[in-house]
């Protein structure tokens, strides 16, 4: 028999969102509602009652909202979210005897079988309430069971009454549900950011000279004039000299080589530590007051591996393996071999003494104002571990984003993504065809997957300059910034590749860059009058002006008769500010079709004609109905950006639009 | 920082099957199996080891078997249930040290670049793994690590050793999946029944005279010709007559109107008692004694709901909710009033004492041999009740039968089939059309609902004459028991008013038999000539001879030119026994068509000829590739029920099939 009352005759259950039986929770920002929905139902026609409670973590009670009946058992609420840090929800429901009772008398009334019985039964529970009723709610519920007394229908009836009933339920067997389901609540630059990577030493206005945190810091307007709202740095620590890579990963470096920013540690120091050529920790302040001055927000790298030369090797020897000639493991993926990178041993007997340490790593740059950490490689380190250390660490300043630089299988990428990364590289950068497109935004967008992974999208790194990138040319560059910076509410990309649409692979095949800065300076002409840098900077402008593309739940794609143009659209709660996309995917050749919006987007009974505005080209075009015709040139722009517009109203000969 | 070892690497998660994140059990067969799938990763790229886990509950330890890879992080393992009861099943995981090193040897000999500290590392996993195991295999280990530490190659690759290793593997940092998942083991009835309803009272050998428990017995043989396992009663306890409902519903009874066998209890006792009209206990067991010479299962009717007249209502008042006037209240649905019934109340304060008195009910019948019941309108009473009786009952008696015969909404079904009723009514009686059927049991087969609820299909039921079967006459009848019969392993009609196809409505647009038995006796005219007895016995007789028939899961539609054509398979697991079956679904006309074969079930590659023999009429047919034609006539037989026999060889102009 049952612990608990075996009266408690609700079943609470199917909620949503609840992530893994509520193991992880969901992620929203500041200002954003959950939506909460469950399967509640008792035995046989008893009326319900149910609500949604939730608190912030700091709350000492809850708040509760009353849910609505849906259709199919189902019931909803939502709830706001107004505090960065923690909130959890529950439900709680129960029959609701009032409720029961006069729906019954409704039907009864109108029947005429209503008996004295039936109205003493009323009393019963007005005046059970009554008990539970404060004054002088208490003396009103007298007064109506009174009235009821006298079998007056008018009572049995009277709204008031039973809105005043609903304030005193009888909620003694009401059921629980078992769960305190978690919400992380970020700030809003997790839900949309624009990104941009540059290398430091590579801004040097001299060429051949190593540039320093002082030329990044002069170089910062550059970026934010192109209206980027975070600029991310490869690592900026000593770079190790045991096993260096050359030029374009050459294993043999040559004495001038730079060697790679993510061979991390030297004598000079490790993961707190600023690579002496890039200057000093008082230049890295100057920096960060430079970008907070301009608006922009600093992102390092955090790749928790180690050169040979890292002060960890001779400090921690045990946090690294030690093979049985007594050398330490370097990176491996049989037969390649790493010596450059020794990996941490998670496996490590210490491996507490460990974990603080890399925690401490980010504590430290948070104490020098940083806030955003684009973490390398994430997993090859243990997932325990991130859960642990980003919990820590957004216990303490809840305000931290992470992003996952995580590509590999789609499990784990949502592993990291739910264990707590607050942003998720994506497989967008391999994603070109409509269908391709279309399938994957949909599961990012319109799956349980929205609920705790963040896309961000990046049409190169580093390390991906993808075949379309390659063989595409400016117009690709066009195409895929257009996609980024428009399906996605967050997107990146790494820079003055991008913007000088630098398209040569080290080698046919590959998708590394040829001349990678990764191995070697590189100086930019950043004047080229071919540069994207204006039309970046437009698509940004238009991106802060449109709030529909501040988020990514209301993607919606629209059907084409051309598998070479897509289109899709997104808009804001209110549908005040709607944006409609279509893209020519083909960066050859001129691409026309007809576009077919969906009559969620535009109604069909949208007689009259409505105005789209190109926010790239600044052209107008009045549309009409669901089908519209585009066409697409690559040489010119191979895509619209539009806001619609609908018509208010007529005068005479004269449009008026919102 | 986790309690547990922060080396703990693997990650386990995505369990299939798992109800509710294991609050349910899944429910199987005796002999069936268990295939459990999970997502199963780490970080990084080491190898990995599975096991599945699981008991019997009687069993002390548990039983490993390992799992295999499937595709995209996905792990697949099976066990068998032999014994009812109840079973538990969880999963571990571990990076194995042993086969990461020996993935990466592989390719670095192949490479060329294996290195005498490679081996050496070799050395020390042969070496720990020695330590861990028992003679002599701890000998032969050693000797593999003495042939490792001479850096041979023949040793590292070795299949033999990496058996061996596999036995004695380094699972410190096993992960274990948090949970362990319960299964409830039936015996094959559970799975696979044809049922019989018919009312004791109506099957005296004279028009007129009540019907007896010894006519029931004598009846018995009926049923059991016509090939069912189980027959199954209405309520054979002591009627009420306080508000005796007479003939038609009629809320006035005349005085020799036998009233409802639902309004159960009176001065000769309630649910434990026999109603003296139809006999003694004496004669139930005598029933019960032939019913087990004839191999069939009796079902009693468990309803529970009192009339005014039942002992409980004098000896436990406070079962009943008492109204203000003194009186006790009836069943209601307002405006109707349905004051032969009085339900439980069981917001009682002494639930305790009701939940008790109604599991002795179950005992009670037990004792009398019973071990299947029926049990009426359960979404009436609350789940806590129905999960506790349930699991108290099967405890002691693991091979009892629950049925819920609850029509009603989706999620109210599901929930009581998840909390233990071992089998459940469906929609099945108003699903007619190709693709209300289609969809209906793609969700009862295909999704996760297959693994809790057991459909029992039944085309009518005394409460239930469809609109289907009011106006299709015999052909309808015939075209509805085809398809219970071979859609369901587990189905059932209630007659003789299905076997004589009665289908007269009380009114127009209701859905209850005109002189229905609920409420008075009724004589059938058994040895109608159109009776559809042969043709039930003939197709309970296919079901019986054909194992594809005896499971659900197989279940797959094919598809076809003509809306009125349903064609579908079912199949055993090593396909030697595969039934298709095409139905007409139109009752008044000849409807033909082509169909369509899925490619599952006969590969486009099968050029030669194939014969399918129809089991209803002898006939037999030879087809080719995916599509052949089919013509129903319902004044003759509407349907298929084929068995697929493949040609094995050919000799000359010989074919044999097997």
Request: hydrophobic letters at 35%; glycine letters at 6%.
């Amino acid at each position: 028999m049952p612990a608990d009352d075996g009266r408690k005759r609700v079943v609470i259950e199917g909620v949503s969102p609840e992530i893994d039986g509520g193991r992880f929770p969901v992620k929203r920002t500041v200002g954003e509602s959950v939506t909460v929905e469950a399967d509640i139902f008792t035995d046989g026609h008893d009326a319900l009652a149910a609500v949604l409670l939730y608190k912030n973590e700091g709350d000492e009670t809850w708040t509760e909202v009353p849910m609505s009946f849906l259709l199919n058992d189902r019931w909803s609420a939502q709830f706001q979210v107004d505090k960065v840090g923690r909130y959890h929800y529950t439900l709680q429901a129960w029959v609701d005897t009032f409720q029961t009772w006069r729906r019954d008398m409704v039907k009864r009334i109108r029947a005429a079988t209503d008996a004295d019985v039936d109205y003493l039964v009323g009393v019963q529970l007005v005046e059970d309430a009554a008990g539970r009723a404060t004054l002088p709610d208490r003396n009103r519920l007298q007064r109506w069971a009174e009235a009821l007394r006298t079998s007056s229908r008018a009572a049995a009836l009277d709204e008031e009454m039973s809105l005043l009933m609903a304030r005193y339920p009888d909620r003694r067997f009401q059921a629980n549900y078992p769960k305190e389901l978690p919400v992380t609540v970020d700030r809003e630059r997790a839900r949309y950011s624009a990104w941009y990577e540059f290398f430091p030493r590579s801004v040097s206005p001299e060429p051949g000279r190593h540039g320093t945190l002082r030329d990044a810091t002069a170089h910062l307007s550059y970026v934010r004039d192109m209206g980027f709202d975070i600029v991310y740095f490869p690592p900026i620590h000593p770079i190790g000299k045991t096993h260096r890579k050359g030029k374009n990963n050459s294993v043999i470096a040559e004495p001038d080589d730079v060697g790679s920013p993510w061979a991390i540690g030297a004598d000079e120091g490790g993961h707190k530590s600023i690579h002496p050529e890039l200057g000093t920790i008082g230049d890295f302040r100057k920096l960060m007051a430079e970008a907070k001055r301009l608006g922009l927000e600093v992102a390092l790298d955090i790749a928790f591996q180690c050169s040979p030369d890292h002060p960890y090797v001779k400090e921690h020897p045990s946090w690294f393996r030690q093979r049985p000639d007594g050398t330490v493991q370097y990176a491996e993926n049989p037969p390649k071999k790493y010596q450059d990178i020794y990996p941490f041993d998670f496996e490590t007997p210490d491996w507490r003494g460990l974990w603080n340490e890399l925690k401490s790593v980010f504590l430290f740059w948070i104490g020098e104002g940083v806030r955003t950490f684009r973490v390398d490689n994430p997993h090859t380190k243990p997932y325990a571990f991130w859960e642990w250390v980003i919990g820590e660490v957004k216990n303490a300043h809840p305000d931290v984003i992470f992003l996952s630089e995580a590509f590999t299988r789609p499990k784990v990428m949502y592993a990291l993504a739910k264990l707590g990364f607050t942003q998720s590289y994506t497989y967008f950068a391999w994603r070109n065809t409509k269908w391709e497109l279309e399938r994957y935004f949909t599961e990012l967008t319109k799956t349980q997957v929205r609920e705790f992974l963040r896309p961000n999208l990046w049409p190169n790194t580093p390390d991906i300059l993808t075949e379309y990138l390659q063989f595409g040319g400016r117009p690709a560059a066009v195409i895929r910034l257009v996609l980024a910076a428009t399906l996605g509410a967050s997107y990146g990309i790494y820079g003055p590749a991008f913007e000088l649409f630098e398209n040569r692979p080290r080698e046919s095949g590959s998708e590394e860059y040829f001349d990678s800065e990764k191995y070697q300076l590189r100086h930019w002409n950043l004047n080229r009058p071919d540069s994207l840098y204006d039309f970046i900077a437009r698509v940004n402008s238009i991106r802060r002006d449109n709030p529909a593309l501040h988020r990514d739940w209301s993607l919606r794609f629209h059907r084409t008769d051309n598998e070479n143009i897509i289109c899709y659209s997104k808009r804001t709660e209110d549908s005040s500010n709607t944006v409609l996309v279509a893209v020519n995917l083909d960066p050859h050749h001129t691409q026309s079709g007809w576009i077919e919006l969906d009559p969620e987007e535009i109604p069909p009974e949208t007689h009259r004609p409505y105005q789209v505005h190109d926010l790239l080209s600044e052209a107008r075009y009045l549309w009409q109905g669901q089908r519209n015709y585009v066409e697409l040139n690559p040489k010119i722009v191979p895509a619209h950006i539009f806001t619609i517009r609908r018509r208010i109203r007529t005068e005479r000969d004269f449009d008026y639009y919102m």
